[in-house]
Nanobody, 124 residues
Framework: QVQLVESGGGLVQAGGSLRLSCAAS????????MGWFRQAPGKERELVAA????????YYKDSVKGRFTISRDNAKNTVYLQMNSLSPEDTAVYYC?????????????????WGQGTQVTVSS
């Protein structure tokens, strides 16, 4: 089984940047498609960005295009989410997750392993 642990969240002012990391452990010999989700209070969990197992293909939610960058270092079994030009609307708990599918998955129930989440708070 694969375990995922996120880090890098925190409090930042609007316009600032954060880089989230998601470290995988356990059965990491196989490379998986991965996603970053976020969930704000009272809202549904939503996919923010996703990346293929090789890192060659990515997906971004429209509202984060041009501001967020997903990447991965397979040698370190780590996926990153670089977040720039943050706004208060980006405030949420951010989760990384893996999907068992060999394509970018968009729905929460298409992911089978989740991290514990990391809080991102953007002040105005």
């Amino acid at each position: 089984q694969v375990q995922l642990v996120e880090s890098g969240g925190g409090l930042v002012q609007a316009g600032g940047s954060l880089r989230l990391s998601c470290a995988a452990s356990g059965r990491t010999s196989r490379r998986y498609y991965m996603g970053w989700f976020r969930q704000a209070p009272g809202k549904e969990r939503e996919l923010v960005a996703a990346i293929s197992s090789s890192g060659m293909s990515t997906y971004y939610k429209d509202s984060v295009k041009g501001r967020f960058t997903i990447s991965r270092d397979n040698a370190k079994n780590t996926v990153y989410l670089q977040m720039n030009s943050l706004s208060p609307e980006d405030t949420a708990v951010y989760y990384c997750a893996k999907t068992p599918y060999s394509s970018i998955a968009f729905k929460v129930d298409e992911y089978d392993v989740w991290g514990q989440g990391t809080q991102v708070t953007v002040s105005s």
